[in-house]
Structures are given as structure tokens and as C-alpha cells.
């Protein structure tokens, strides 16, 4: 069974940080290219990060130079981490892999002063 399983999400102040974690099971996770993708309150879920088997990393415009996307093979698990946190950063994260198409349940993650 396919599961990916998000975590690290929370209320944080603006300039702050969080770390989500995906925990990956039941796939060839080394092979996989990994995606973190958000959804915010009245808004279509977009993608803010993605990263390929070689590691190579791609990000949305509004999170480039705040958010960095890792993975790490051996634990199947990708990491977002996300520094200098805005308002607009409010949204539920999500985890997506694409082989099989699988969704994380998503995480709350909640800017704010």
C-alpha cells in the first residue's frame, strides 16, 4: 500500500521557519521525483517545490530563495524547508509523488503574528 504521510507543520510567527517532512511507503522512493504542492483557503492547490531522483530542484517564483526542497533516500522521506515565512505562506501542505500518482493527507502550516 502507497503512503505518504506529512508532518512539521504548525503556527509560526512572520520571518520564522518550518520543516515538513513526507515519509514515504510501499514505493520505489530513490526513482520517484518527489513534490511538495500547497492549497490555501479559496485558492487552487499549486505547486511550490519539486525534486528529481539526481537531487536537481525546481521551485514556484513566490518561494524561491526562502524554501529549500531535500530528499533523502534513505529514510524515503523529502523535506521543504521553509525559512522567512510570509502570511501568504498559509496553506495546507501537500506531498506528491507521481509513480504511483499518491497524496499525502497534508499538514497545516499557519503564519501569523
Known amino acids: 500500500q502507497v503512503q505518504l504521510v506529512e508532518s512539521g507543520g504548525g503556527l509560526v510567527q512572520p520571518g520564522g521557519s518550518l520543516r515538513l517532512s513526507c515519509a514515504a511507503s510501499g514505493i520505489i522512493f530513490s526513482i520517484n521525483v518527489m513534490d511538495w504542492y500547497r492549497q490555501a483557503p479559496g485558492k487552487e492547490r499549486e505547486l511550490v517545490a519539486l525534486?528529481?531522483?539526481?537531487?536537481?530542484?525546481k521551485y514556484a517564483d513566490s518561494v524561491k530563495d526562502r524554501f529549500t526542497i531535500s530528499r533523502d533516500n534513505a529514510k524515503n522521506t523529502v523535506y521543504l524547508q521553509m525559512n522567512s515565512l510570509k502570511p501568504e505562506d498559509t496553506a495546507v501542505y501537500y506531498c506528491?509523488?507521481?509513480?504511483?500518482?499518491?497524496w499525502g493527507q497534508g499538514t497545516q502550516v499557519t503564519v501569523s503574528s
Open positions: 525534486i528529481d531522483s539526481t537531487g536537481w530542484a
Open positions: 506528491y509523488c507521481n509513480a504511483p500518482p499518491t
